[in-house]
């Protein structure tokens, strides 16, 4: 007979304070003896856009051994994931709630984490570092959402990864980005049949930052809340392309995920200066459910 294993884990919509908006995040604290194939199966299960796995670290500078599934297949990092787990780490006292850094393990290597202590802490990562790919045709990218080449900005869109490679397309307003919808098979024309999966996001600059959408058909997920992992490339993005809001531009806002009645609000914060800056992405977390699974 079978023995039967129990796991307790928590669900969190990230990026937000309020209850059902955000992203909403699956967190195992303790995922000791599961198995690449369970875990994978897990997350299918939950169907969330992220469910995230607790390990113990295997570096001794990290707290925390972290791996990152989607329903179809594991990731190397992604943001709110990030952001959710530390969440869980600090409200189970596996990681001290006085403390306000620290560092966890994920496949795309050590995560810098910061915290402004609170009631409601503010949690920061560091993006793992920012690399530029190709850029593509204007009129491909807006065959592929649906829109009208007049509705792009004068900006090429273009391949940015900091662990997950998105495509970013800047368009003239709110109501284009709400407008905007991504035809799968298009988009597997424009990278090609041998291209690794990428997720598109689509944006438009505001006083505040940019107000964005991100749809990753290609991972098994339509349409994304919020995405940690490519609002720290579309911070880099909006700088290279001088998008940015004027003085403000050293701390951002992105909101997502309102079209689709989960906003997110995305802090983000540029530290240093030419060749040397860092962008760290934050927010808020809301706990909702503490749940036992058993199989």
Same mark, same amino acid.
């Given at each position: ?79 709110? #994931?990030?952001? /959710?787990? @530390?969440?869980?780490? +600090? !409200?189970?006292? %596996? ?129 994304? #809340?919020?995405? /940690?992992? @490519?609002?720290?490339? +579309? !911070?880099?993005? %909006? ?57």
């Amino acid at each position: 007979m079978t023995t039967q294993r129990s796991y307790r884990y928590f669900v969190v919509d990230v990026f937000t304070n309020q209850p059902f908006e955000g992203n909403s995040l699956a967190v195992f604290p303790d995922a000791s003896g599961l198995d690449d194939d369970t875990t994978q199966r897990i997350a299918r299960e939950l169907n969330l856009s992220e469910t995230s796995f607790v390990f113990s670290a295997t570096r001794s500078d990290c707290v925390a051994n972290v791996r990152i599934f989607t329903p179809s297949k594991e990731l190397i990092f992604a943001g709110h #994931p990030t952001i /959710g787990t @530390s969440f869980v780490l +600090l !409200a189970e006292g %596996m990681v001290s709630r006085h403390v306000d850094h620290f560092v966890l393990e994920e496949k795309v290597g050590p995560v810098p984490i910061r915290v402004e202590l609170g009631p409601r802490p503010l949690i920061w990562l560091r993006t793992p570092p920012i690399e530029y790919g190709r850029t593509y045709e204007p009129s491909a990218c807006a065959d592929m959402l649906t829109l009208n080449i007049n509705d792009l900005l004068d900006v090429a869109p273009q391949l940015v990864s900091a662990g997950n490679p998105t495509i970013f397309v800047a368009v003239k307003n709110k109501e284009i980005v709400d407008h905007a919808l991504l035809d799968a098979r298009q988009l597997k024309t424009l990278i090609g049949p041998d291209s690794e999966p990428l997720c598109v996001f689509v944006f438009t600059p505001t006083l505040e930052g940019a107000y964005s959408r991100m749809f990753a058909p290609l991972y098994g997920i339509s349409e994304d #809340p919020a995405t /940690g992992s @490519s609002t720290g490339p +579309l !911070a880099s993005f %909006m700088m290279r392309n001088c998008l940015t809001p004027g003085t403000a531009g050293r701390r951002l806002l992105s909101e997502q995920g309102t079209k689709m009645g989960r906003r997110s609000i995305l802090h983000v914060c540029i530290q240093g200066e030419n060749g040397k800056v860092g962008i760290d992405v934050g927010g808020y977390v809301m706990p909702l459910t503490e749940a036992m699974m058993r199989f």
